[in-house]
């Protein structure tokens, strides 16, 4: 789940196969939190807040049943 902070919309993702994810029409100039969540799995970081000025890469999750 994608949330663009102070307030603004929440948009969601499915990852692929190898768990790599993306969000597309993603305005820039803002701070996003990104957070994962599946059925029966924690993740770790919880969620990660990352400042969107282009494309970025890099924002990993581990998921543990």
Known sequence: TLFRQPSGPTV??????????SFTNVATG????????????????ASQTVLVNANVSGINFVGTR
């Open 12 to 21: 969601t993702t499915t990852t692929s196969g190898n768990g790599s994810y």
């Open 30 to 45: 803002f701070n996003y939190t990104i957070t994962p969540s599946a059925n029966r799995y924690t993740f770790s970081p």
